[in-house]
């Protein structure tokens, strides 16, 4: 089994899925690579737009999706790609923007170093709210000095990593993609497909691109995460 974590498939939200037809589209292509379920994880920003207005759009995205859900697609769940803010973990209501059923959030940080300050409330999420922080394509991030902290909260289990089964057609890409999962800190997976012509599905490209040494071992976990974080939010 392969859970994609994060995903841009619902219509009209963001700068994902255009209408109801190309979120269709994504989802069958995803389904051809092997994608058994998709969490679609719209973005969220604080202070754009009312939390409750917000809530709806997504909802009434979702339900029009769901109804036209064949068996050539995956299984749909909910979740957002929620924009690290200061504040976030004293906030109650960002529990509705879990990943289904379950107390993982997706949490998509800054692009630079963090402060400690920072550090401190991103890993208090769990505690404070009861979430335990995905942390959205984390190979983005290790360029910033302070990464080694964001290594620490993996290692500990405060946090875990998702990581964008991309394309690896860049050296820079692949070296960083080799080692975040040579070091093991990788737990799940996510397409963060946005449309057909602008970043479509590339799941079925991303293991190749992978040390050979390190492949097969790599999918046996991804897939024993997958069904843990299955069996959680459904």
Do not use: W
Request: proline fraction near 4%; glycine fraction near 6%; charge should be neutral.
């Amino acid at each position: 089994m392969f859970v994609d974590t994060h995903s841009h498939v619902l219509p009209g939200l963001d700068d994902g899925a255009r209408n109801l037809e190309e979120s269709l589209k994504l989802l069958r292509i995803l389904k051809k690579q092997n994608v058994d379920v998709v969490v679609a994880t719209p973005h969220f920003y604080d202070g754009n737009e009312a939390f409750e207005d917000y809530l709806a759009r997504r909802q009434s995205a979702y339900d029009a999706v769901k109804e036209c859900l064949t068996d050539d697609m995956p299984e749909l769940y909910l979740g957002c790609e929620v924009k690290y803010f200061r504040g976030i973990s004293n906030i109650p209501e960002i529990r509705k923007l879990r990943i289904g059923n379950s107390d993982y959030i997706l949490l998509e940080l800054p692009y630079r170093s963090l402060t400690p300050s920072e550090i401190y409330e991103i890993s208090d999420l769990k505690y404070s709210l009861g979430l335990t922080p995905i942390l959205a394509h984390v190979e983005r991030y290790i360029r910033f000095s302070g990464f080694s902290r964001i290594l620490e909260l993996l290692k500990e289990g405060e946090v875990l990593a998702q990581i964008n089964a991309e394309k690896l057609d860049k050296i820079k890409k692949r070296r960083r993609v080799n080692k975040l999962v040579k070091l093991g800190v990788i737990s799940l997976l996510g397409s963060d497909t946005h449309s057909i012509k602008y970043r479509p599905p590339t799941v079925n490209m991303f293991f190749e691109g992978l040390d050979r040494k390190i492949r097969a071992s790599f999918v046996k976990d991804i897939e024993y995460n997958s069904k843990i974080i299955y069996d959680e939010i459904k």
